[in-house]
């Protein structure tokens, strides 16, 4: 089984409260690869531009990602994004955004990778997404999640790509401004009108909430005493997230639930360092200790 990962590898500039750090690693694909390998083999789809630096690309080399997709345009230049983060660092500015190659790119999958198990549909055009998900053959299950630019830019667009997915993940923010509510259940419950079987609403240091026709799953978040950088956390929950369901051999509700703990737990590590760094050092055995401490965080009794 084989997870294919499509948006955007990028270079980030981010700024939060204590440090400012310049020509980072980064991009929506970039944490999400990097958080399924942890379970099971990548495909990374993306472009960058030819002023991509080489080292950039050897951090993600070595691992259980094919790069046969992260293609190099000729005198392209590499998406860049740029971010300020306040005090709390939940809330950010968004300083700009250069789509670079990502204007215009056209993706188109390698030989063979019709056949990927699972597909997480990282922020970009919502056409290119769905049409991303319209090559595969027969995807076990697919993910969609986007930011504010596209939003802004193409909602239409990106409310019909949702509808085509098996899941739809996005930030509490973005959830409520889709919805137009300020209630999240609300807003997860009206995500669900037209197609999608799951909505993950991802609520920051405060952990994810799930909600299908059927359910309404609340994790918490890992109660760290220091965050460096919430920079692709929400990619890395989706990467671990896809990640794990890809290994198990049926998709049921207890195993969604598993798996939304999986992907809280890999976010929780991608937040200790910045852009990508905490997870290019992650072991899987570090993600498994920590899945039983959450486990035993949120255990309780029955009371009479």
Known sequence: MTLLVAGWVAIDEIETPFAKISNSLGGSATCAALAGALFTGVRLLAAVGEDFPAAERRKLEGRRIDLAGLATIPGG???????????????????????????????????????????FLAAGDPLLQRTIMGSLAAPRVTM???????????????????????????????????????????????????????????????????????????????PLEEVVDPTGAGDAFAGGFLGYLDTVPEITPAQVRRAVIYGSTVASFQVEGYGPARLLTLTRDEVEARYLEFRALTHFEAGK
């Open 144 to 222: 969609v999640d986007t930011i504010k630019f596209f939003i802004d830019s193409a909602l239409d667009e990106l409310r019909e790509t949702m509808r085509q997915a098996d899941f739809v993940s996005l930030n509490e923010s973005e959830a409520r401004e889709i919805a137009r509510t300020p209630s999240i259940a609300r807003a997860g419950r009206t995500l669900l009108d037209g197609g999608p079987r799951g909505v993950l609403i991802k609520l920051g240091e405060y952990g994810a909430a799930f909600i299908s026709p059927h359910d309404y799953f609340v994790a918490p978040g890992y």
């Open 77 to 119: 230049v590499t998406s860049r994004w740029g971010g300020r983060y306040h005090f709390d660092m939940n809330t950010r500015d968004t300083l700009y955004t250069e789509l670079g190659v990502n204007a215009d790119w056209q993706p188109r999958l390698p030989k063979g990778w019709e056949d990927s198990g699972a597909a």
